[in-house]
């Protein structure tokens, strides 16, 4: 049984048409209405078998659910270098924001050494959805205890006009604030970033409930 042929009786017309107003830049017919847990369910059930392996090399895949089956199972890679070399192949066919947000994998938080070069190339490629899974990688594992305010410049240097690169920079802002509030707070005074997403990453900042009401309030003075 194939992948496509283990989604398929999940899917739901309705689902399906609420999913394709969220992901309006793919076709709908790609489309199968399946919901995440159904799929997540689907990746546990294949993990590791030889049916696995040979769906991780299958690219490009012809549905959204297949995508987001195959960054599922990427990470479930439990050895690092095997699971960045298919992040790797899979990276250049992602073509929508929840196939790129929708999985972190595990392996990465053992192996941030090995991880921020790979994270500095992915956030200078040319493919939309590349640098926006590098920078929220950096954000998912650079804003603890290995953050180095330099990650901050990274991110603000980041020159791309597609709305998902600049909506992911100003999620990382939003979060930087949120964690390391001091270190981040010196590009929104100093108008670093670009307006639509200096404005933006205040709006999301506002909104989450990790920022203070004191900050929050020292930061809308900038809008």
């Known amino acids: 049984m194939t992948v496509y042929e283990r989604l398929l009786p999940l899917g739901s017309e309705e689902y399906r048409n609420f999913q394709s107003k969220l992901v309006p830049n793919i076709p709908k017919e790609t489309i199968l209405g399946v919901r995440t847990p159904d799929m997540r369910k689907v990746a546990k059930e294949i993990k590791g078998t030889e049916e696995a392996k040979k ?88 804003l603890g205890d290995d953050f180095k305010p330099e990650y901050l410049e990274w991110v603000a240097a980041v020159k791309n006009d597609d709305y998902y690169v600049k909506m992911m920079v100003a999620w990382y802002f939003a979060t930087a604030l949120a964690k390391k509030y001091d270190e981040s707070v010196v590009y929104i005074e100093e108008q670093r970033l670009e307006a639509w997403t200096h404005k933006k990453a205040i709006q999301k900042a506002a909104e989450s409930f990790r920022v203070s009401d004191e900050h929050k309030e020292y930061l809308k003075s900038f809008r």
């Not at 595990?106 to 790979?118: E, M, V």
């Not at 190339?121 to 493919?127: A, G, N, Q, R, Y």
């Open 55 to 142: 769906f991780l090399k299958e690219l490009p895949h012809k549905y959204y659910e297949e995508n987001l089956v195959h960054f599922f199972l990427i990470a479930m890679i439990k050895d690092f270098d095997e699971c960045v070399e298919a992040v790797e192949l899979f990276l250049p066919y992602v073509d929508c924001w929840p196939v790129c947000d929708q999985s972190s994998p595990k392996i990465f938080a053992k192996n941030h050494d090995k991880l921020l070069p790979y994270i500095r190339k992915w956030m200078s490629s040319d493919h939309v959805y590349t640098i926006r899974f590098g920078i929220r990688m950096l954000m998912n594992e650079f």
